[in-house]
């Protein structure tokens, strides 16, 4: 791959002429022109980049060199349209990369991230370019609105791409660039080793007490494929790792498995990344300098609906003294009943679970395991779709015919309720090696038009839930099940999207959680559940009663959840509110600012600086916070439905159009305040 960059300066057609064998290089032969799987292989996505980078430049080249005068048709909409070959390959690479790895793979991310880097750099700084843009947008105000915030969107992000700066200050943004772009693969790339790394293996069965039979059986399977039968393997994957903690008496191997997981990166070997955060951060605070902001939160911000980190510092604090008070409430209700037990330690962070959900089923006789039985995956994907259906008409069917990236994936084809074709939606739901941990959606093709035809949608929904065993189905938990709601929610927002831009599918980052979780409220809803929690083997619907308990209980162990969350939202501000760029040690800043905001011993943050991919290694950076200041909004939007009825089509057509549909044509609060006819309310 030393030869890449050569490569690159070859004609594109040359390149598809040496491998006229790559699926990439001709139309997809599939339904709907889906990714063609089945015939991919991991020795054309070079090729495939190499081509795509190729004909990127001389797309843009042609743009550059043209003589006509710069309209928004030769500049602005040529600049949108180009690089489609070059967006399809990486689609569909990266979001391999992230669900269904292997080290080649890897190898290949870590070679071309510079090369992608590079090449961003060279359209973003490419000063002849930018000048016929800045022509187009001095002249946008006889635009219609679509066209002029196509322009401001592109103009703004030249600016913010470094374009106005000198020559010398260009150069070193591009480094940066490159630099930023190879950390944050080996973060993301550390923290699947090491979650892969560790497994707690029990070979004496009292080691397994209070352990439900479910996970009994799925730690059996997982040591059947390490070839240790008779032996039980648990694992960090979090459906292995947190009914362990929740439910095992063994509170020496509770904390084996807790420390592992937080543990991860942290061992000063070749998977740490404390060196890595503490660069990415230093790297980030000069490039925004050099960008004219004080701080990369100060950048960031300035696109979202927060704009400053004052603000959302101001926001945090509003939230967490409350939720310190309830956390050390149900403290005190576990350490009670630590004592009642005869014991006389003192409630660790890997007791919490355990204890937790003692006083759960002690206050409102609710056990979590009651439950998983009316929530077999098959039948919360066909509630989440009853909803989306009851909401907006539209339907989802299976289709067997079109190729996945692995036996675990389904594919379901999006239409409205008069058949009309909306979309394609991958679920792919189960752990595995070659899985990152979490859940998220992916989009495998934006929807837009060009030349008047609609280019629909192709999105994947991922997530790591508890698998079937050889004696039942995947029965999730109520976590699991209001992950699966959100990660669909995301979805709805992909599928739904009715831009004629792709660009303008962009939101701000702390308005992205707000389809995903308003979809959450919904899950749980008496009149919801009654459409999907029936019980695997009887086919009952969830009785009533455990119905009234969960309701009960919905509140219960909120002082911890808020904690665990803001303390790692104060800790990525935090990362992301330097104002030099010297480099920290890692776990000497994060000790800090922990303590600064006062995170009791019993509660560990939720995501360190090691493994907290979310802001090193994804999108988060200074936007962890943005999972609360959605949940204003979705709070705010659901009442609406409230107001009405849970289906009102009134209310969900409105909440479509202004909000799942219509991206970033407008500034989203306008938006907003379009659906709801005010601003939200904090209430």
Same mark, same amino acid.
């Given at each position: ?98 669900? +269904? ?221 409350? %939720? ?14 630590? +004592? ?299 009442? %609406? ?43």
């Amino acid at each position: 791959m030393r030869q890449l960059v050569g490569l690159v300066l070859l004609s594109w057609n040359l390149l598809l002429a040496q491998d006229s064998g790559n699926p990439f290089f001709r139309p997809y032969p599939t339904p709907f022109q889906t990714p063609p799987f089945d015939q991919i292989q991991e020795e054309h996505y070079v090729p495939a980049f190499q081509a795509g980078i190729a004909k990127n430049v001389e797309e843009i080249q042609a743009i550059v060199n043209t003589t006509a005068k710069p309209t928004f048709e030769n500049t602005v909409e040529a600049v949108e349209f180009s690089g489609e070959l070059l967006s399809q390959v990486r689609a569909v690479f990266f979001n391999l990369s992230s669900a +269904h790895t292997n080290s080649h793979m890897q190898q290949i991310a870590r070679e071309m991230a510079p090369l992608l880097s590079r090449h961003r750099d060279d359209i973003l700084l490419n000063d002849r370019l930018f000048q016929r843009i800045k022509i187009v947008y001095r002249q946008r105000q006889n635009l219609p609105l679509e066209k002029r915030r196509l322009v401001e969107e592109h103009y703004k992000d030249f600016v913010r791409a470094g374009a106005d700066l000198n020559a010398n200050a260009k150069e070193e943004l591009r480094h940066i660039n490159q630099r930023l772009s190879v950390l944050s693969l080996q973060f993301g790339d550390n923290v699947l080793k090491e979650d892969n790394n560790f497994y707690l293996t029990v070979t004496d069965r009292s080691d397994l007490a209070g352990l439900p039979d479910n996970v009994i059986s799925a730690a059996a399977e997982a040591a059947h494929e390490r070839r240790l039968d008779g032996q039980w393997i648990f694992t960090l994957h979090k459906p292995s790792l947190l009914p362990f903690l929740q439910y095992s008496e063994k509170r020496s191997l509770r904390q084996k498995m807790f420390e592992a997981y937080i543990e991860r990166c942290n061992h000063d070997n070749e998977f740490d990344n404390k060196q890595n955060a503490s660069e990415v951060a230093a790297l980030r605070v000069r490039k925004a300098n050099l960008l004219g902001s004080k701080t990369h939160a100060d950048f960031i911000l300035a696109e979202n609906m927060a704009k400053t980190p004052a603000k959302v510092y101001s926001f945090l604090d509003k939230i967490w003294h409350p %939720a310190l008070a309830r956390a050390r409430r149900e403290i005190q209700d576990m350490q009670a009943l630590i +004592h009642k037990e005869g014991q006389t330690f003192t409630l660790a962070p890997w007791d919490w679970w355990y204890y937790s959900e003692k006083v759960k089923k002690a206050k409102y006789d609710l056990d979590e395991e009651q439950l998983r039985p009316y929530f077999k995956l098959e039948n919360v994907i066909e509630g989440v779709f009853t909803v989306a259906n009851r909401l907006y008409g539209i339907t989802l069917t299976e289709r067997k015919d079109i190729p996945a990236y692995h036996p675990d994936v389904k594919v379901f084809e999006v239409k409205e309720g008069d058949g009309t074709h909306i979309g394609i939606l991958f679920t792919d739901y189960f752990p595995r090696a070659s899985k990152r941990g979490g859940a998220w959606m992916n989009e495998l093709r934006s929807a837009y038009r060009k030349n008047g035809k609609k280019i629909t949608p192709v999105v994947c929904n991922v997530g790591n839930f508890s698998k079937p065993t050889a004696d039942q189905p995947s029965l999730l938990s109520l976590d699991e099940v209001s992950t699966l709601f959100h990660e669909f929610g995301h979805a709805l927002h992909g599928l739904l999207s009715d831009v004629p831009y792709e660009k303008l599918s962009n939101v701000p980052q702390d308005l992205v959680e707000l389809p995903s979780q308003i979809m959450e409220n919904w899950a749980f809803e008496p009149e919801v559940l009654r459409l999907y929690a029936r019980h695997y083997q009887t086919d009952e619907p969830i009785p009533p009663a455990l119905v009234e308990k969960m309701e009960k209980a919905k509140q219960f162990n909120q002082g911890f959840i808020t904690v665990e969350y803001l303390s790692a939202s104060y800790l990525d501000m935090d990362w992301h509110t330097l104002a030099d760029s010297v480099r920290r040690d890692a776990a000497l800043f994060e000790k800090s600012a922990l303590a600064r905001i006062g995170l009791m011993p019993e509660i560990a943050v939720r995501y360190r600086t090691p493994y907290f991919r979310h802001i090193f290694a994804g999108g988060y950076s200074a936007g962890y916070y943005s999972y609360i200041w959605a949940e204003v909004l979705d709070t705010d939007a659901f009442a %609406a439905f409230q107001k009405t009825s849970l289906f009102d089509k009134k209310t969900a057509q409105a909440f479509r159009k202004h909000v799942l549909s219509s991206g970033g044509i407008q500034e989203a609060m306008t938006l907003y305040k379009k659906f709801r006819g005010r601003e939200p309310r904090i209430e």
